[in-house]
Each structure stands twice: as structure tokens, then as C-alpha cells.
T-cell receptor, first 119, second 115 residues
Framework: SAVISQKPSRDICQRGTSLTIQCQVD?????MFWYRQQPGQSLTLIAT?????????ESGFVIDKFPISRPNLTFSTLTVSNMSPEDSSIYLC????????????????FGPGTRLTVL | AQKVTQAQTEISVVEKEDVTLDCVYE???????LFWYKQPPSGELVFLIR????DEQNEISGRYSWNFQKSTSSFNFTITASQVVDSAVYFC????????????WGAGTKLIIKP
């Protein structure tokens, strides 16, 4: 398994500002993902964070709103830009050792999440 | 397309009762993976089990057991002698080539264990 940490654990932000969330894993993982979980809902994948290249975004999510970096195998950041109250959610990062040529899905392990409230 | 259905939105039982959480999935893949995760009120997602489509043996881990039936496309989760600490939202998820191995999530079942 992998131990994943996130910070901040929670934040209250003003409309129009930006927040950067950090995700650190304790071992080298191949795949890192960012999810959003709106109140009372299931998880929605925002993007796959790719090491050293641009993230792969899912439909409905764009780089200008959710820029993602992954400078190495164990660290990634997600920025929520120009926030509005609709961005109030839990943001979760996950890591897995699967992927690559074999495309065999390994188990995703999740960080504790960041609870974001936008006023 | 792949899909996961957790028809039970919320279940409430009294402590020590047994409870089963249902999960029904749809996929065209012949090789796929099924998962259960627990999300307590603290918000973190805790991995419980991963099962591949070729392994239909039921799994037991302490008070937890999983019943995988390909014939009915179901992967149900039973908690025996439930405890208050089992109160959480439980998510079933599916991964396969059809989704490029991304997790397809069910809506989740909120389990409330009353003392």
C-alpha cells in the first residue's frame, strides 16, 4: 500500500481567490489522480497527474481552472483557481503503482482529502 | 459503457445486526476489477478490497465478507455483527479496459449503525 498525505486538510476561502493543494506519497507510484467530491456525492475524476508533462483532464475540467503539477513521482499539486461557492467540495488525491504498457490497474490509495469552503 | 449501481442510498441498523450492501455493475470487459472503499465521517477513503473478474471466490476478513457473482454482475458486501464504528459511506467501484482502467464509482451507501 501507499501512504498519502495532503495539505491543507481544510480551508475557507473567499470568492475569486486561488488555493493550491499539495499531495505527497511515501513511495514511488506510477499514477496519481485528483478527484472532487461535492457534498453528499460520489467521486468525480478531475485529472490524471503526469510526471513532467501536462495533466490529462476529464470532460468538464480545464487546465485554466484546475492547473496541476507533478514534478516528480511522489509529489503533485492541484490549484483551484478563481474560486466560486460552487467549488466547495472535498478534493482528494490518490496514487497507484499500476499503469504503463500493461495497463493493469493497481489499487488506488487515497489521501485524507482537503475540505474546501468558498464564501 | 461501464456502470456501477448502489441502489441503497442509506441503511440504518441497530448495533450487532448483520447488514449487506449491494453493488451491481455493468461492463463489456472480460477482465475487470472490483473494489470497495469506506469513507468515515472524517472524509478519508479507506481501501477495503480489490477483486479481479477471474476470481469468484468469496472473501472473508474478520466481520467483513464479500460475495462476488458474475452470473448476476454483483459484488455485495456484508458486515456481520455491525458496530458503531462501521458507520460510514461505502463505495463500490469498477475498473477495466473499457474505462482505460479509471475507477467507475457507484453513488455510495450511507450506513448508520445505531447503538
Amino acid at each position: 500500500s501507499a501512504v498519502i498525505s495532503q495539505k491543507p486538510s481544510r480551508d475557507i476561502c473567499q470568492r475569486g481567490t486561488s488555493l493550491t493543494i499539495q499531495c505527497q506519497v511515501d513511495s514511488q507510484v506510477t499514477m496519481m489522480f485528483w478527484y472532487r467530491q461535492q457534498p453528499g456525492q460520489s467521486l468525480t475524476l478531475i485529472a490524471t497527474a503526469n510526471q513532467g508533462s501536462e495533466a490529462t483532464y476529464e470532460s468538464g475540467f480545464v487546465i485554466d481552472k484546475f492547473p496541476i503539477s507533478r514534478p516528480n513521482l511522489t509529489f503533485s499539486t492541484l490549484t483551484v483557481s478563481n474560486m466560486s461557492p460552487e467549488d466547495s467540495s472535498i478534493y482528494l488525491c490518490s496514487g497507484a503503482r499500476g499503469g504503463g504498457v500493461a495497463l493493469v490497474a493497481d489499487t488506488q490509495y487515497f489521501g485524507p482529502g482537503t475540505r474546501l469552503t468558498v464564501l | 459503457a461501464q456502470k456501477v449501481t448502489q441502489a441503497q442510498t442509506e441503511i440504518s441498523v441497530v448495533e450487532k445486526e448483520d447488514v449487506t450492501l449491494d453493488c451491481v455493475y455493468e461492463t463489456r470487459d472480460t477482465t475487470y476489477y472490483l473494489f470497495w472503499y469506506k469513507q468515515p465521517p472524517s472524509g478519508e477513503l479507506v481501501f477495503l478490497i480489490r477483486r479481479n473478474s477471474f476470481d469468484e471466490q468469496n472473501e472473508i476478513s474478520g466481520r467483513y465478507s464479500w460475495n462476488f457473482q458474475k452470473s448476476t454482475s454483483s459484488f455485495n458486501f456484508t458486515i456481520t455483527a455491525s458496530q458503531v464504528v462501521d458507520s460510514a459511506v461505502y463505495f463500490c467501484a469498477l475498473s477495466g479496459r473499457d474505462s482505460n482502467y479509471q475507477l467507475i464509482w457507484g453513488a455510495g451507501t450511507k450506513l448508520i449503525i445505531k447503538p
